[in-house]
């Protein structure tokens, strides 16, 4: 092989290892963001939950009593 082969072949490899690098390096970044979206996820629900709770809590019941017109 020539020198010019040699070299070139180098830079691929460079460019390969430098891609891979990066490739494992947003895998975790997507990996970590997909653990906080579903902590989220999860505290979002029960904080509806929670609210929804409230709701019913506030919610004057008022006495049922016969229409007047009875």
């Known amino acids: 092989m020539t020198r010019d082969t040699v070299e070139r072949i180098e830079r691929l490899e460079e460019q390969a290892a430098h891609q891979e690098r990066t490739i494992e390096e947003l895998n975790e970044v ?13 505290k979002v629900a029960a904080l509806a939950e929670h609210v929804d709770e409230l709701e019913d809590l506030s919610v004057s019941q008022a006495p049922v009593t016969r229409p007047p017109h009875y």
Do not use: E, G, S
């Open 30 to 42: 997507i990996t970590a963001q997909a653990r906080q979206l579903d902590a989220l996820a999860r």
